[in-house]
């Protein structure tokens, strides 16, 4: 039976290494497994003698990182590769061939290079989460922090999942938003299309009709006529005008002040106001509880919690929370003393901090906080519908009116 040389971390993130006999690869990595180790590298003989050669060879045909090429790889397939690698590893694969397995069947052309990098650096001897760090755009500061705490704690399978999880939550938001936000933004480009159109296509060709009429036009139609005449003389200006406009909010809102007085309008709108608070409490109690599930340290959870937010009021709430935690204070507390978390992140926060289940009742808390959510953009996705609906009509309605007074005023004085 032939040997194969391992490398493993135990429960504590130590390393360990040693020989084993199996009869493959596969029968090797469960044996290790058995020994109450994770594998992080399996080699035969023959590899283990020329570990030294090979790790020279794979530093100079390493493949670039994905993060210097043109493509930037979609979170779909980030997704898909966590759900699969957290599979392969719980299956006792070891990481190296994991990766082998994810090349071959990555159905996308664009991430296999950074596939390909990422297993050069795990034969090279670095850790995932290493690996990982080498592409910045794919994988975010929590994703690696998770990992990393996977490794040490030995329970790298699991925490793969948990990840793949967070994952598919958080997509499943982001199209619920953009899905609840399509028609009202379709209904509100018809509205204003139609009515650039009748202002100065319509309008214009009606209004030598009316002045030739010879009698005083209504108030209605005076007011329609300036504003189209209006439009039709200074749409240049107007447009130059909105662009700028546009591009100067739009550097604005990328300063430290912009961005922060954007994030507390949001939280304070009215009708808004209420949603945008329950999804940024809803991505806190699931960004910080999937963290503490994985092993991170609270106050470094806490630190990247604050930044996934995306939300620089929240942020800096959370921060001086996590001073208070250093401190010694419970994060319960903590969060209390800042007054801008929902009273249910308060509560659940207590419950699990007292029954020593935090991590779990903060996912319990995002998942209540999400059915809310939902709710609330059902109720203003129907009314906001009818909304745009009844501006465009009574809008159009005014044109139409404003068309049909002199008209019937000329027949009046027919008669």
Do not use: C
């Given at each position: 039976m032939?040997?194969f040389?391992?490398?493993?971390?135990?429960?504590?993130?130590?390393?360990?290494?040693?020989?084993?006999?199996?009869?493959?690869?596969?029968?090797?990595?469960?044996?290790?497994?058995?020994l109450?180790?994770?594998p992080?590298?399996?080699?035969?003989?023959?590899?283990?003698?020329?570990?030294?050669?090979?790790?020279?060879?794979?530093?100079?045909?390493?493949v670039?990182?994905?993060s210097?090429?043109?493509?930037?790889?979609?979170?779909?397939?980030?997704?898909?590769?966590?759900?699969?690698?957290?599979?392969?590893?719980?299956?006792?694969?070891?990481?190296?061939?994991?990766?082998?397995?994810?090349?071959?069947?990555?159905?996308?052309?664009?991430?296999?290079?950074?596939?390909?990098?990422?297993?050069?650096?795990?034969?090279?001897?670095?850790?995932?989460?290493?690996a990982?760090?080498?592409?910045?755009?794919?994988?975010?500061?929590?994703?690696?922090?998770?990992?990393?705490a996977?490794?040490?704690?030995?329970?790298?399978?699991?925490?793969?999942?948990?990840?793949?999880?967070?994952?598919?939550?958080?997509?499943?938001?982001?199209?619920?938003?953009?899905a609840?936000?399509?028609?009202?933004?379709?209904?509100?480009?018809?509205?204003?299309?139609?009515?650039?159109?009748?202002?100065?296509?319509?309008?214009?060709?009606?209004?030598?009709?009316f002045?030739?009429?010879?009698s005083?036009?209504?108030?209605?139609?005076?007011?329609?006529?300036?504003?189209?005449?209006?439009?039709?003389?200074?749409?240049?200006g107007?447009?130059?005008?909105?662009?700028?406009?546009?591009?100067?909010?739009?550097?604005?809102?990328?300063?430290?002040?912009?961005?922060?007085?954007?994030?507390?309008?949001?939280?304070?709108?009215?009708l808004?106001?209420?949603?945008?608070?329950?999804?940024?409490?809803?991505?806190?109690?699931?960004?910080?509880?999937?963290?503490?599930?994985?092993?991170?340290?609270?106050?470094?959870?806490?630190?990247?919690?604050?930044?996934?937010?995306?939300?620089?009021?929240?942020?800096?709430?959370?921060l001086?929370?996590?001073?208070?935690?250093?401190?010694?204070?419970?994060?319960?507390s903590?969060?209390?003393?800042?007054?801008?978390?929902?009273?249910?992140?308060?509560?659940?926060?207590?419950?699990?901090?007292?029954?020593?289940?935090?991590?779990?009742m903060?996912?319990?808390?995002?998942?209540?906080?999400?059915?809310?959510?939902?709710?609330?953009?059902?109720?203003?996705?129907?009314?906001?519908?009818?909304?745009?609906?009844?501006?465009?009509?009574?809008?159009?309605?005014?044109?139409?009116?404003?068309?049909?007074?002199?008209?019937?005023?000329?027949?009046?004085?027919?008669?």
């Amino acid at each position: 039976m032939p040997e194969f040389t391992y490398e493993a971390r135990d429960r504590s993130g130590r390393l360990t290494t040693g020989v084993i006999n199996a009869q493959d690869l596969q029968d090797a990595a469960v044996k290790v497994r058995a020994l109450g180790v994770y594998p992080t590298r399996i080699l035969t003989g023959q590899q283990a003698a020329n570990g030294a050669m090979a790790k020279k060879k794979e530093a100079k045909t390493a493949v670039p990182a994905a993060s210097e090429g043109k493509k930037r790889i979609g979170r779909t397939q980030i997704l898909l590769f966590t759900r699969e690698m957290a599979d392969l590893l719980d299956a006792g694969l070891p990481m190296d061939r994991a990766f082998s397995t994810l090349i071959e069947q990555m159905e996308s052309e664009a991430i296999r290079p950074m596939l390909q990098s990422m297993q050069a650096e795990i034969r090279a001897g670095q850790p995932l989460s290493e690996a990982l760090s080498k592409f910045p755009r794919e994988f975010s500061t929590l994703y690696i922090n998770m990992v990393r705490a996977g490794e040490v704690s030995g329970q790298l399978p699991e925490v793969m999942k948990r990840l793949a999880d967070f994952m598919e939550k958080e997509q499943t938001r982001r199209s619920q938003i953009a899905a609840a936000l399509t028609y009202p933004a379709v209904l509100i480009t018809v509205a204003v299309g139609a009515v650039t159109f009748l202002l100065t296509f319509v309008v214009p060709k009606l209004s030598g009709i009316f002045h030739d009429m010879g009698s005083a036009l209504p108030l209605p139609t005076v007011i329609l006529l300036s504003l189209s005449g209006f439009i039709g003389r200074y749409w240049l200006g107007i447009a130059i005008g909105i662009v700028l406009a546009l591009f100067l909010l739009r550097r604005w809102l990328r300063t430290e002040t912009g961005k922060r007085r954007l994030d507390a309008f949001l939280l304070e709108m009215p009708l808004f106001g209420t949603l945008n608070r329950k999804v940024v409490a809803s991505r806190l109690a699931r960004t910080l509880g999937t963290l503490l599930a994985g092993g991170v340290p609270i106050l470094e959870a806490m630190s990247i919690t604050a930044s996934a937010l995306g939300n620089e009021v929240a942020a800096e709430s959370v921060l001086k929370a996590r001073g208070h935690v250093r401190q010694g204070e419970t994060l319960h507390s903590a969060l209390e003393k800042s007054g801008d978390f929902l009273p249910v992140v308060l509560h659940m926060t207590a419950v699990g901090e007292e029954t020593g289940r935090l991590p779990s009742m903060l996912l319990r808390t995002a998942e209540t906080l999400d059915f809310e959510v939902d709710n609330t953009m059902r109720r203003l996705t129907s009314l906001v519908e009818p909304l745009v609906v009844l501006l465009m009509g009574a809008f159009i309605g005014f044109i139409v009116l404003s068309i049909l007074l002199p008209i019937f005023k000329a027949n009046t004085l027919v008669k």
